[in-house]
């Protein structure tokens, strides 16, 4: 009884607390809900007090020409805004080149249509729009009098130039990647797909970030409700921050605990294009130039954009490649646990002879030996990368081969085993993209130890649970092993095969185009623009 | 967590191809490595045809009991007694008459991946890993197998689908074995049979096509039921091909006197293939580990057609199958321990072969006078309407 009273206090006190943190953010709200006020002082004021009178907001006050009376003012904030334009298009014919507002009109009238000679600019009287537009680098003015105020774009912050893709290296190809800055991204992606069609949603993720995102997809091409269900998904995130396309990727992806992932990322336009030309669709957001595509199917992680830009036996070769390194990275490891421990009658006698020979020495089982040397292995490749730019490949090549010749000859290691990782190793790096790669790499570690425990038949056993895995698995209502299960024959032209374009006449439809043909859409364009 | 999408409507049914694919990988199962020593025993190198024989009468069973279930379609077995007495004032009469069918095809289902279980993990310590105990490698396989049958029959029906080539793959070693060591004498005499002869031997090849029952369930599920039938005889017909092969190649390379000693013929087979260059030598662990996926889609499509059944009958929730899986699986395990020995083992798969087509035809019987009783009502009920 008394337990329960003390219960029911403490569930009232913490009420009583989120109670006095809601008030305190609906008052917080109220106070940027407000409207321009007249007095110039007291918008200033508001805002460099609402900023804590932080030091990058610059506020300029000045006197407009042959208007002495109207006091108006600038404020913007250091780094965020381009100063040099602030100075020639708004302040420069505003205190210099006022002359026409000697002319009896109106004089916020003049200001906005002939003054300031700024493309994009937006008169409005409420603080919020403001203050956000503020924030993402434009310049607010007011003038004495008026209660409204005007945003005028003068974003111009340092950044990074267009530089080549550095996680999808293609020998031929476009060079230009996507950059951290949100339009440049998007017209990089407009200035290839010319398309009256092509959409973007703008959207806000993230309460104090307030990343801007952008969904693109075509319209007519893109299966509605797959843009309907991107749009719920984004718009339910609730984070603080978005720092990158991987917060996003997080909170919309189908599944939490599978180690496959169900949203692709790519770093290249042209690659971007084509996802969007299936039917896909693109979520670009601000800050990263990785954009994310969906829905993902298991096969387009082991496509590389050049598989489109080389003739066609190229690409089918490249990505039969790819798969036999994929099943190389996956089970090399576990196979020759499998062998060594519970089949040697497989392998053939002259070598087995010669492997028990260099296993002669070695102190240990193979699963030991193997998972060692992966283990090792990884860590060199995690450090490698964080090494500072030179050394990297030094300390790879110290790393493996004066590293492990060492172990061999001290007869740590057989050397059978340091080809069994080199070679997985090698294979993992041919699977173009990155996060399916280090899936793949993770899996090996429990085929390994499946392998020490039942062989060959631990291995399939695995696999199969593997497998019901990636069965069960969907993005975004697309089964992840299309169009293989379930089978799809007219998909398969584009899979482990890539048939030559030609003949390439219709967008796979496992991802649920509107418009399946591919060669009819100029005509569809030039007849709706007839009409 | 997993969101909710709108899945694509073909997601939810099992197409033709999956169905072809279900039927063809359940019958085949561990019956291919040791169906050859047991008609052989009965009838020698005539077993090369009474094979087909057996083919074609199960596919004239598997015709018929298509063509009775797609007249009810998306309803499987379990839920046939609601079908018949939808318009009785009693709705739980018709499962109740439809119980003793519904519990013979469970007990079978049952029955089968139990000693399909048993036989693979006695195929697995006798040819390749002899010290492994025997629990282990049974409980891995129903561990794994509960895992994949705990699942809705359309995630059954694409796993089948996803796999079914990898069945195909020890296909070209068989007739490398045969042009490397077959011998045209061995297939001769034929044709020296009595009737009686011939019956023993097609009843024995039944052994190896066990398992096309599971269409019963898995028919509730089909995209389009009218059009079950081709992709059902296709499966038939490839089967009785693939077996037709394995029975040519296993009696041309060891003929009746040694066919009849062997435990394992299939792999004892592939003993004998040797391709110059390759880089394994002795395949039978390699071979083994190929068909284990073929022993282990026979024992999710019986062992889901089984929870299936469960499911649907006592109209439980989506959530609990896999439940229903776990909880079958220490009975499944329990009872697939249970033959003592190699013979007995034998004894069951032999009488489940030869039970299976009986089964059908009871089946078959059944829904038929059903079915006709119901038209007959019908005929006479014009004037009162349903409820």
Do not use: C
Request: cysteine-free; glycine content about 8%; aromatic content about 10%.
């Amino acid at each position: 009884m008394k337990m329960k009273r003390k219960r029911a206090a403490g569930r009232g006190r913490r009420k009583k607390e989120i109670l006095e943190k809601n008030g305190r953010e609906k008052t917080e709200k109220k106070t940027l809900d407000i409207k321009v006020q007249p007095e110039l002082e007291t918008n200033t004021e508001f805002i460099g007090k609402l900023l804590g009178d932080s030091t990058d907001v610059v506020t300029r006050h000045f006197t407009i020409q042959y208007a002495p009376d109207r006091k108006a003012a600038v404020i913007y904030l250091d780094g965020m805004s381009d100063s040099k334009a602030i100075d020639l298009y708004v302040l420069k014919p505003l205190m210099l080149d006022a002359e026409k507002i000697r002319t009896k009109t109106d004089l916020w009238h003049m200001v906005d249509q002939s003054l300031v000679q700024v493309g994009e600019t937006k008169v409005t009287e409420k603080m919020r729009d403001m203050v956000d537009s503020l924030l993402s680098g434009d310049a607010l003015l007011f003038v004495d009098g008026y209660a409204e105020g005007m945003v005028i774009n003068a974003r111009g912050w340092k950044q990074r130039g267009i530089d080549t893709p550095r996680s999808e290296n293609t020998v031929r190809g476009s060079r230009e990647g996507f950059t951290e800055t949100l339009r440049v991204n998007t017209a990089l992606i407009r200035r290839r797909l010319k398309d009256p069609d092509l959409r973007l949603k703008d959207l806000k993720v993230g309460e104090r970030t307030k990343t801007n995102v952008a969904i693109l997809f075509i319209e007519g091409v893109a299966d509605e409700k797959l843009v309907k269900e991107m749009q719920n998904r984004i718009e339910k995130i609730k984070l603080d921050g978005v720092l990158e396309s991987g917060y996003i990727e997080e909170m919309i992806q189908d599944n939490t605990w599978s180690p496959f992932p169900t949203l692709q990322n790519t770093e290249r336009p042209d690659s971007a294009v084509a996802h969007l030309l299936e039917g896909k669709v693109v979520v670009v957001v601000d800050g990263t130039p990785h954009v994310l595509v969906a829905p993902a199917i298991f096969a387009q992680f082991y496509f590389s954009p050049e598989d489109y830009f080389e003739r066609y036996l190229i690409a089918t070769f490249l990505r039969v490649l790819r798969l036999l390194a994929f099943f190389i990275a996956l089970s090399l490891p576990a196979l020759y646990i499998a062998f060594i421990g519970f089949h040697p009658e497989m392998i053939p006698s002259d070598l087995a002879i010669a492997m028990a020979a260099g296993r002669s020495t070695v102190p240990f089982p193979s699963i030991v030996e193997a998972l060692v040397m992966e283990t090792s292995v990884e860590i060199l490749r995690e450090a490698s990368i964080r090494l500072p730019g030179p050394i990297g490949p030094t300390i790879g090549i110290v790393g493996a081969l004066v590293i492990g010749e060492a172990a061999v000859s001290a007869g740590l290691v057989s050397p059978l085993m340091v080809i069994v990782v080199g070679l997985t190793t090698i294979s993992s790096y041919g699977n173009p993209s990155y996060n399916a790669a280090i899936s793949v790499r993770m899996l090996r570690f429990p085929l390994m130890i499946a392998a020490s425990i039942l062989g060959l038949y631990g291995i399939m056993l695995f696999l199969m649970l593997l497998l019901l895995h990636l069965i069960k698995l969907e993005s975004f209502g697309v089964p992840y092993l299309a169009p293989f299960s379930p089978l799809r024959l007219s998909d398969v032209k584009d899979s482990l095969i890539r048939i030559p374009w030609p003949w390439m006449k219709k967008r796979p439809v496992i991802f649920r185009p509107e418009d399946e043909k591919r060669e009819e859409v100029e005509g569809k364009v030039v007849a709706e623009g007839n009409q | 967590m997993q969101k909710e999408t709108s899945r694509s409507p073909d997601l939810d049914k099992i197409s033709p191809y999956q169905s072809f694919a279900i039927l063809f990988s359940t019958m085949l199962g561990v019956g291919v490595l040791s169906f050859q020593r047991e008609i052989a025993k009965e009838v020698g190198p005539d077993g090369i045809w009474t094979i087909l024989v057996g083919g074609v009468l199960i596919l004239a069973e598997v015709w018929l009991l298509t063509r009775v279930m797609e007249k009810y379609p998306h309803k499987n077995l379990a839920q046939f007694g609601e079908v018949f007495f939808k318009n009785r004032p009693r709705p739980w009469l018709g499962k109740l008459v439809f119980l003793p069918f519904a519990l013979l095809v469970a007990l079978f289902f049952f029955a089968a991946s139990a000693v399909v279980t048993r036989t693979f993990g006695e195929v697995l310590i006798s040819t390749v890993l002899f010290r492994t105990p025997l629990e282990v490698l049974m409980l891995g396989l129903l561990g794994v197998g509960a895992a994949v049958a705990g699942n809705r029959p359309q995630v059954i029906a694409r796993f089948n689908e996803f796999v079914f080539p990898i069945l195909l793959l020890p296909l070209p070693l068989y007739l490398v074995s045969f042009l490397q060591e077959g011998n045209l004498d061995n297939l001769f005499p034929l044709f020296h049979l009595n009737w009686v002869k011939l019956l023993k031997g097609v009843a024995a090849s039944t052994f190896a096509y066990a398992g096309f029952s599971v269409i019963v369930v898995y028919m509730g599920y089909y995209q389009q039921p009218k059009k079950a039938v081709k992709p059902h005889l296709w499966a038939i017909g490839s089967v009785t091909f693939l077996y037709w092969i394995q029975m040519v190649v296993a009696v041309g390379v060891f003929g009746r006197a040694e066919l009849v000693q062997l435990l394992w013929p299939t792999l004892d087979l592939l003993k004998v293939a040797a391709v110059p260059g390759m880089i394994l030598e002795r395949l039978e662990s390699g071979f083994l580990a190929i068909w284990m996926v073929a022993v282990f889609t026979t024992i999710i499509n019986l062992f889901g057609a089984l929870v299936d059944m469960v499911v649907t009958f006592f109209g439980m929730r989506e959530q609990h199958r896999k439940w229903v899986a776990l909880g079958l699986l220490p009975v499944l395990y329990y009872v697939s321990y249970w033959p003592a020995n190699l013979n007995t083992l034998f004894w069951w798969n032999k009488w489940i072969g030869r039970s299976e087509p009986l089964m059908g035809l009871v089946l078959i019987l059944t829904f038929l006078l059903f079915a006709m009783t119901k038209r007959g009502k019908k005929g006479g009920k014009q004037d009162v309407p349903s409820a």
